[in-house]
C-alpha cells in the first residue's frame, strides 16, 4: 500500500469508527441521511477524492479509491461515496464542471436507456431509470444518455419523479422517471465525450468489488471472534472440528475475493482494466455464497437477529453481488472473452500484466 | 483493518516478462522438435531428456548458490519458469521433487559433503529424488510412522513399509523419515529422521500399486534391514519433522497445485469454439476466472517467500483452492461438451483424453501433499482457532 493510500484510507477509518456506529448504521436503514457522517467525509476531503487536484479535489488515482472503497464496504458506511466519485470521474472525462454534495449515477441497469434530444430549442431527456443509487439525496444525478449525435453525459438536477426502493442492504435504490425533462445548456455534455454506459458499468463493477472485498474481511473478523467466545458443552465452539473446517473454507474464500480485489484495483492504474473487473467481479460474487453462509452457521440463531452485527454485512454482500452484474454474467463474458483466445493463447493472457482490450460486449 | 492474509500484489519487473518469453520459446522450438506434446498426463510425466534440456537452460536449481552447481536467480524467476513450464505441459516430473523440495533441503539442513554430492547431480538434470513419508499405518498422522532405523556400528539398519512413493521405481534417490527412537506420545513429533537413500541398494524392493487410471505412478517400498551409513542423515537425527515443517509452504504454495487438469481447459476452448452459448459461456469463463485468482494468489505468495517470509497459512488456502479448481475443470469440461457431443468429436480431438486423465486423477489433489482436513486445520490453527 502506497503513503497515500495509507493516510487516507486510515482518515477514511477514523470517522467510519466514530460516525458509522451501529445507531447510525440503523438510523440511515431506516431513511435518515447520515448528515453529520457525510459532512465529516466532505471536511476531510474524502467526498472529492476522485476530483483532481487542478479541480480543487484531492486527486486521488483510481487505486487510492479502490482502497478508500474497501474501508467504506468493511463499516458497511451507508453513504453514496463511491457513487459521487464515479459521478465526479464522469463529469472530468465530460469536461464538466465538479459539483458538491452527494451525487448519484446512471443508468446502472443495462437495459435501462436515456434518450436525449432537442425540443423547442432545449435540451430534454426522456427514460425510465431503476435502481439508482442514493438518488433522493443526491444533489444532482450524472446521466450517460444516448443522443442523435452519439453519447453524452447529462447533469440532472431537480427531478421530482423518484420512487423510492432499497436493496438487501436497505440502501436507497430509486427509479427516477424523466419525461421530456428540461436540462440547461450548462448541464449537457458534449457528444462522444465522457463514459458510454458500458464504461460506467465497468467503473462500478471495479467498486462494488472492493467494498464486498472489505465487507468480507469484516465477517470473517465477525465469525472468528464469535467462534472464540461462544460456548457449547463446555467449550468455544471454534474448537470443534467441524467449526473450524467451515471457518476454514470461509477463510479460503475471503483471502481469494481480497486478492482479486487487490489485483484489480493494481491492474487499473493504468487505465482501465477491462478483463480484471471482469474477473474479480465473478469471482468475488461468486465468494459471497460460501462467506455469507459459513458465517450465519457459525453465528446460528444469534446471527439471525436484528441485533447482531453480522447482517449488516451479510445483507451488503448479497445486494452488492448482484449490482453491476451478477457472478454468472461476469463469467459469461469471461468466458466469451477465453473463447476468442483460444486454448493456447488462454495462458499468456491470464499471466500477462498488461492485457489488450478484446472489446467483448457486455454480458 | 482485519488483516489476515498477507497476499499484497507485487510489481512484476520487466526481466521476469523477459524470462517468461524465453521460457516459451524453449518450449516452442521443443514443441516443433517433436521432443514433447501436450499430453493428457501434462506435466506429470518422467522424460529424462527433457529434464537435462531445462537443466541445461538452467532452470533447475535455479535458487541454489552456484558452488553447487544453482544459478543464484530470485524465487521469483524460478517461479515464473516452473509456472510456464507446468502450463504448457512438458514432461518435468522427473526432477521436479529433487528441485522444489529435495534440494533447499539439503541448502538448509544438509551437510556440506551432501550439497557437494546431490546438488550439482540434480541441477544437472541427472538426479531424481522421491519421498517415503506415507506407510500403511501413517497417513496424515506422519508422526506415527514406524519404519525403523537402528543404530549400528557406521551407521543405522533400517527396516520397514512405504506406501504410496510417486515415481520410486524411476527415482534414484529417496528421502526416507524413519524413525530412530521410540514413538513417545507425549513428544509425539519427535525421533523422526531423514535419511537419503540410494534405491538400488540391497535389502530394498520396490513394488508397483496401480492406481485407478489403471497407472502405475505409487509404489509400496520395503526396507528389510538395510545399511544406511552415518553420513545419508540429513540434519541432526530426530530432527526430520521440523526439518520438514519449514518446507512446507514452498511445497504447497506453488503453480502445481493448480496447473494438473489445465490441459483440459485448453483444449476445451478449442473443441466448444469460439461463440459458446451462454450457459457454456459461464462454465468455461468461471473456470478462468478462478485460473486467474490462483495465478495470482500463487505469484504473490512466491514474492513472499522471496522475501524469505514463509507464509504457512495463505500456503494452506491456496493449496486447498487450487486442488478444487483441479477438480472443477473436469467437472465443468464434462457439462460444457457432454456425452452426445464427446462422442462425436473428430478423431484427432484430444479433448476426451484428457477429459479421461483428468476426471480419473481428480480424487488425488486433495489428498497429496495435506488432505483437504488437515490444510483447513491448519489455516484454522493461523486464525486461532486451535
Ligand atoms: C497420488 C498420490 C501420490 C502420493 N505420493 C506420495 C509420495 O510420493 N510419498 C509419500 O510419502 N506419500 C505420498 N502420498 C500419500 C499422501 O501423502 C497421503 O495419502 C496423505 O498424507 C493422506 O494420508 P492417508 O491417505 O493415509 O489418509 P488418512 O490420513 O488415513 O486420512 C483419511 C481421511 O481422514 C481424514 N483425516 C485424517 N486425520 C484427520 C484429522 N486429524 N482431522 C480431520 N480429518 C482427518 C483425512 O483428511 C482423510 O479424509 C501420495 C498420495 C496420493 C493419493
Redesign the interface.
Known amino acids: 500500500m502506497s503513503e497515500t493510500q495509507k493516510l487516507l484510507t486510515e482518515s477514511a477509518g477514523r470517522i467510519f469508527t466514530d460516525l458509522c456506529t451501529r445507531d447510525r448504521v440503523e438510523a440511515a436503514e431506516a431513511g435518515t441521511w447520515p448528515q453529520e457522517l457525510w459532512q465529516a467525509l466532505a471536511d476531510t476531503g474524502l467526498t472529492a477524492a476522485a476530483v483532481s487536484e487542478a479541480r480543487h479535489g484531492a486527486g486521488a488515482e483510481l487505486p487510492d479509491l479502490c482502497a478508500l472503497a474497501r474501508v467504506v464496504g468493511y463499516h458497511a458506511a451507508p453513504v453514496p461515496l463511491i457513487e459521487t466519485w464515479l459521478a465526479e470521474q464522469m463529469l472530468a472525462a465530460a469536461d464538466l464542471q465538479p459539483i458538491d454534495g452527494a451525487l448519484a449515477v446512471g443508468p446502472v441497469l443495462r437495459r435501462d436507456t436515456l434518450r436525449l434530444a432537442r425540443q423547442n430549442g432545449h435540451w430534454a431527456v426522456t427514460g425510465e431509470l431503476k435502481r439508482i443509487p442514493w438518488a433522493r439525496n443526491a444533489a444532482a444525478i450524472v446521466l450517460t444518455a444516448e443522443a442523435d449525435d452519439g453519447t453524452r453525459t447529462v447533469i440532472v438536477r431537480d427531478t421530482k419523479t423518484i420512487v423510492e426502493d432499497w436493496n438487501y442492504a436497505r440502501e436507497p435504490r430509486d427509479t427516477i422517471n424523466l419525461d421530456r425533462h428540461r436540462m440547461s445548456e450548462d448541464a449537457v455534455g458534449a457528444p462522444g465525450r465522457g463514459y458510454g454506459r458500458a464504461e460506467l458499468f465497468f467503473r462500478g463493477a471495479l467498486f462494488r468489488t472492493q467494498e464486498m472485498a472489505g465487507a468480507m474481511e469484516r465477517v470473517l473478523e465477525l465469525t472468528v471472534a464469535y467462534a472464540k467466545e461462544r460456548i457449547q458443552f463446555g467449550r468455544v465452539i471454534g474448537k470443534f472440528q467441524a467449526v473450524q473446517q467451515q471457518i476454514a473454507a470461509l477463510a479460503s474464500q475471503v483471502a481469494a475475493g481480497s486478492a482479486v480485489a487487490q489485483a484489480a484495483a493494481e491492474a487499473n492504474a493504468a487505465g482501465l482494466a477491462r478483463f480484471e473487473i471482469a474477473a474479480a467481479k465473478a469471482r468475488i460474487g461468486e465468494a459471497v455464497a460460501v462467506v455469507a453462509g459459513v458465517a450465519h452457521q457459525v453465528h446460528a440463531a444469534m446471527g439471525f437477529t436484528h441485533e447482531h452485527a453480522l447482517h449488516r454485512s451479510t445483507r451488503r454482500l448479497w445486494a452488492w453481488r448482484d449490482e453491476f452484474g451478477t457472478e454468472t454474467e461476469w463469467q459469461a463474458w469471461v468466458g466469451t472473452v477465453a473463447a476468442q483466445l483460444g486454448g493456447e493463447a488462454l495462458w499468456p493472457y491470464i499471466v500477462a500484466a498488461r492485457k489488450p482490450d478484446l472489446g467483448a460486449p457486455l454480458p | 483493518?482485519?488483516t489476515?492474509?498477507s497476499?499484497?500484489?507485487i510489481e512484476?519487473p520487466d526481466h521476469l516478462?523477459r524470462l517468461?518469453e524465453e521460457v516459451?520459446a524453449f518450449l516452442r522450438a521443443e514443441l516443433e522438435a517433436g521432443s514433447y506434446t501436450r499430453e493428457p498426463s501434462g506435466w506429470d510425466r518422467y522424460d529424462a531428456a527433457f529434464s537435462r534440456k531445462v537443466a541445461d537452460r538452467g532452470w533447475i536449481g535455479m535458487t541454489w548458490p552456484r558452488q553447487y552447481g544453482g544459478h543464484e536467480r530470485t524465487s521469483l524467476e524460478r517461479y515464473v519458469v516452473t509456472?510456464e513450464l507446468l502450463?504448457?505441459g512438458a514432461p518435468v516430473r522427473a526432477h521436479w521433487l529433487a528441485d522444489r523440495q529435495f534440494g533447499p533441503l539439503l541448502l538448509a539442513a544438509g551437510s556440506e559433503d551432501q550439497k557437494r554430492t546431490y546438488l550439482p547431480r540434480i541441477a544437472a538434470g541427472e538426479c531424481y529424488v522421491c519421498v517415503g513419508m506415507s506407510e500403511p499405518d501413517s497417513g496424515s498422522d506422519l508422526a506415527s510412522i514406524r519404519t525403523k532405523a537402528t543404530k549400528v556400528e557406521g551407521g543405522w539398519r533400517v527396516s520397514g513399509r512405504k506406501v504410496w512413493t510417486s515415481y520410486a521405481h524411476r527415482a534414484h534417490l529417496m528421502n526416507l523419515f524413519a524413525r530412530t527412537a521410540a514413538f513417545d506420545e507425549k513428544n509425539r513429533h519427535e525421533g523422526v529422521t531423514q535419511l537419503i537413500v540410494d534405491l538400488d541398494w540391497p535389502g530394498i524392493t520396490i513394488k508397483p500399486i496401480i492406481n485407478l487410471a489403471n497407472d502405475h505412478d505409487f509404489n509400496e517400498v520395503l526396507f528389510d534391514d538395510v545399511f544406511v551409513p552415518d553420513d545419508r542423515v540429513i540434519g541432526a537425527v530426530g530432527n526430520g519433522w521440523k526439518q520438514v515443517s519449514g518446507e512446507l509452504a514452498h511445497e504447497r504454495a506453488g503453480s502445481e497445485r493448480w496447473l494438473n487438469a489445465y490441459g483440459v481447459?485448453?483444449?476445451?476452448?478449442?473443441s466448444?469454439?469460439?461463440?459458446?452459448e451462454?450457459g457454456?459461456?459461464?462454465?468455461?469463463?468461471?473456470l478462468?476466472?478462478?485460473?486467474?485468482?490462483l495465478?495470482?494468489?500463487s505469484f504473490?505468495l512466491a514474492g513472499l517467500l522471496n522475501q524469505g517470509i514463509t507464509p504457512a497459512v495463505?500456503a494452506a488456502?491456496v493449496k486447498?483452492?487450487g486442488n478444487q479448481f483441479d477438480q472443477d475443470i473436469p467437472e465443468a469440461a464434462r457439462q460444457v461438451l457432454q456425452e452426445e457431443d464427446r462422442a462425436r468429436l473428430p478423431e484427432e480431438d484430444r479433448f476426451n483424453d484428457m477429459l479421461d486423465r483428468a476426471l480419473l486423477y481428480a480424487p488425488s489433489y486433495p489428498i497429496r501433499g495435506g488432505t483437504r482436513?488437515i490444510?483447513?486445520?491448519i489455516?484454522?490453527r493461523g486464525?486461532?482457532?486451535?
Open positions: 483493518m482485519f489476515s492474509f497476499l499484497a500484489g512484476m516478462e517468461r516459451r509456472e502450463a504448457a481447459l485448453v483444449h476445451l476452448l478449442d466448444a469454439g469460439t461463440h459458446p451462454r457454456s459461456a459461464e462454465k468455461i469463463g468461471r478462468v476466472t478462478h485460473l486467474w485468482t495465478h495470482r494468489m504473490s495463505e488456502l486447498d483452492l482436513e490444510l483447513r486445520g489455516i484454522a486464525l486461532g482457532l486451535r
